[in-house]
């Protein structure tokens, strides 16, 4: 006896990916903002991991075989966008810089999402007066100036300078307790509403313990909206660490290249006329907060199957417009009042 159902075939693992399942499901401005970001945030990543590559020089280089570079030189074929008043070639000082963010970023929005899940499960799956106590400082964190509480935390942890590692680790950290009530509120949530559903009840039925059920059936399903977060505090933790630098809390300068420190150094520039030492920090700002952004906008907007559908339905109206039998893709109001043109 023969089974008259085929199963459906399955998808390729490259079609299962998930940039890849939105970047198929996305048309019109949708796919051209996942494009776009896709395409700034793969320059970001790609400059970072070859900047020992692609930059001429080193970050803190101020001279070579044919002597000192000099100070606020314009761009030039031996500096392509010229000098700092400290003498670092401005294009090598860029690149280097999205290694420091790249690495800023990782950490932070790692450490955030540990710290934000398993404080979240817990409060969510428990309740009680823990519950109440991690949401009110939660809360209490959430609600104080995210800026000035990275300050804080910079100043704690390293003194407001450090080294290259220290100084990215002392950066990430105090991003990551601005970050942490974030991730918090949204697994909360997430298990208060998944720990009611009758699967979970089943698992306790059958006797299986509150570990295995949180990381087995709760976890699983209360962390699908982290890609979308995770992208869109990627960009916040680059603004948190550009605003930190330009305060001059950041990494020191022969440390590594950071681009908030970059802008502060270019203040006084900027009033003489000198804009090279300026403008290419801002727009490598700009362009990888932009990247990261358009990226998390639009697998934001792709989740969502009503805003996915928008286009497809319309489409799907004209259609039905185009093959009505009704001249003019309209209904005869007689057929609706059911007289159908009869006595």
Known sequence: ????????????????????????????????????????????????????????????????????????????????LGTTVSGFDVFSRVVWGAQTALGVVVIAVALSIVAGVILGLVSGYFGGWLDRVLVVVCDAIYAFPSLLLAIVMSIVISGGQ?????????????????????????IRAETVRIKSEAFVESARVIGASHTRIMTRHVLRNATRTLPLIFTLNASEAILTLAGLGFLGFGIE?????????????????????????????????????????????????????????????????????????????SIDPSIIDGTDGRP
Do not use: C
Not at 2 to 11: K, N
Not at 48 to 71: H, V
């Open 1 to 80: 006896m023969t089974s008259t159902t085929q199963r459906a075939p399955r998808r390729r693992l490259v079609d299962r990916l998930p940039v890849v399942k939105q970047l198929r499901q996305s048309v019109g401005i949708q796919r051209f903002m996942l494009v776009a970001g896709l395409v700034l945030t793969a320059v970001f990543v790609l400059s970072a991991f070859l900047a020992p590559l692609i930059a001429p020089y080193g970050f803190s280089q101020i001279s070579d075989e044919d002597g000192t570079f000099g100070t606020q030189q314009p761009p030039s074929a031996a500096h392509l």
């Open 162 to 186: 450090s080294s290259l590692w220290g100084g990215i680790f002392a950066a990430a950290i105090s991003i990551t307790v601005v970050f942490i009530p974030q991730y918090f509120r949204v």
């Open 253 to 329: 300068p022969t440390a590594a290249a950071e681009w908030g420190f970059d802008l502060n150094r270019a203040i006084a520039d900027v009033s003489s006329g000198i804009w090279w030492t300026a403008v290419p920090p801002g727009i490598a700002i700009v362009l990888t907060v932009l990247g990261v952004t358009l990226v998390g906008e639009s697998l934001n907007d792709l989740s969502d199957p009503r805003l996915r559908g928008r286009r497809s339905v319309k489409a799907d109206d004209g259609a039905v417009a185009e093959t009505s039998v009704v001249p003019g893709g």
